[in-house]
C-alpha cells in the first residue's frame, strides 16, 4: 500500500472517529417553559403590530393583547438613569418628537416625548399624534399583562444592561415567559451569563452553525445553548428556512420562528417549511393563520 493511501486511510479513520465522539457528546437544547401552552403556529407581534399601531407603545401592546397574539416582540434600550425602554432604534427621532441618543436621555425626558407623532396608518394622516402616547417602560409592561409571554431583543446598548434586566424580570417573577435575543454575539453572552433562566435564540455566528450543520445532515453535532432561531426567510440570497433548515432544528429541541412576515406568500413559504410560528408587522391579519396551520403542512 503506497504512503498516500495509508496517509488518506489514517485521516478518515480519525475524522469518523471526531465526528463519532463530537455526535456521542452532542447535547440538545433543553426544553423551556417559554413554549409551554403556547399554540402553533405562535403570532409573535412585532414591535407591538408596527404596522398597524404606534411602535412599541402601550397603546400598541393592549390592542395586540386584546386581539390574542400569542407574544409580544418588542425592543430593549437603557436610559441614561438606568430605567429600561422599550423601543426600536437607538435614537428617539424616527418614532417620537424628540431627537437624540436614548442613553443619553433620563427617563423623565423621555416619558415627555409623544411615540405616537410620526405613526400614520394611511401615509397621509396622524390620527394619534397629541393623545398622550408614550414610550413604554418594561417594569410597567409586565405589570400591564402578567400573563403575557414576551420575546424582548435587546439592542446596542451598554453591557450593564444585561445585570439591570436580570435584576427586574427576577423581581417580577417573569424569568420564565421572557425569550431574548440579540444580534451582538458579546451582549448574549452577557445576557445568558446575567439571565441564566431565561430562555434566549440564536445569535447570528450560530444561525450561521446551525444553518452549514443542516446542509451537511450534520445536525446531530452540535449542541445549542438556544431554543429558538429568529430568523428572516433569506439572507444574501441565502435560504434560512427551509424543510431541511426546520427539520434540522427541531432534532436538536429547537424551534423556528421566522421574522417579519406581512404577506400570504411569506406566511406560505414558512408552514410548508414546518416553521413553529412567525413574527409579523400585521397581527390582526395574520392571527387567522392559527386556524388549519398544522393540516395544511
Known amino acids: 500500500m503506497s504512503l498516500r493511501r495509508r496517509i488518506a486511510i489514517t485521516t478518515l479513520a480519525l475524522l469518523s472517529t471526531i465526528l463519532a465522539w463530537l455526535r456521542w457528546t452532542a447535547i440538545p437544547a433543553e426544553p423551556q417553559p417559554w413554549f409551554e401552552a403556547l399554540s402553533r403556529p405562535l403570532i409573535l407581534a ?175 453535532l452540535v449542541s445549542p445553548d438556544y431554543c429558538a432561531l429568529q430568523v428572516p426567510l433569506t439572507r444574501h440570497g441565502i435560504t434560512l428556512v427551509s424543510p431541511r433548515i426546520v427539520q434540522a432544528a427541531h432534532s436538536r429541541g429547537v424551534k423556528v420562528l421566522p421574522w417579519t412576515l406581512d404577506t400570504d406568500e411569506e406566511v406560505e413559504v414558512c408552514q410548508k417549511a414546518g416553521a413553529d410560528g412567525f413574527n409579523t408587522n400585521l397581527p390582526s391579519r395574520m392571527l387567522r393563520y392559527r386556524e388549519g396551520w398544522n393540516n395544511n403542512l
Open 46 to 220: 412585532h414591535q407591538g403590530g408596527e404596522k398597524e399601531w404606534p411602535s412599541n407603545t402601550m397603546y400598541a401592546f393592549r390592542e395586540t393583547h386584546r386581539l390574542g397574539a400569542d407574544v409580544l416582540d418588542t425592543d430593549l434600550h437603557i436610559s441614561r438613569d438606568g430605567v429600561l425602554v422599550l423601543i426600536h432604534d437607538t435614537t428617539v427621532d424616527r418614532t417620537t418628537d424628540g431627537t437624540g441618543a436614548i442613553v443619553e436621555l433620563d427617563w423623565e425626558q423621555l416619558s415627555k416625548l409623544d411615540a405616537a407623532y410620526h405613526f400614520s396608518p394611511d401615509g397621509k394622516t396622524f390620527p394619534l399624534r397629541g393623545q398622550g402616547v408614550r414610550i413604554a417602560r418594561l417594569d410597567e409592561t409586565l405589570d400591564a399583562f402578567p400573563d403575557w409571554p414576551l420575546q424582548i431583543e435587546v439592542k446596542q446598548a451598554p453591557l450593564g444592561i444585561t445585570e439591570v434586566l436580570a435584576k427586574l424580570l427576577r423581581e417580577k417573577k417573569a424569568e420564565k415567559r421572557v425569550l431574548l435575543s440579540s444580534f451582538d454575539e458579546k451582549m448574549m453572552a452577557a445576557l445568558r451569563q446575567a439571565c441564566p433562566n431565561v430562555a434566549s435564540s440564536a445569535t447570528p455566528a450560530e444561525i450561521r452553525t446551525m444553518v452549514f450543520a443542516s446542509w451537511l445532515h450534520l445536525e446531530s
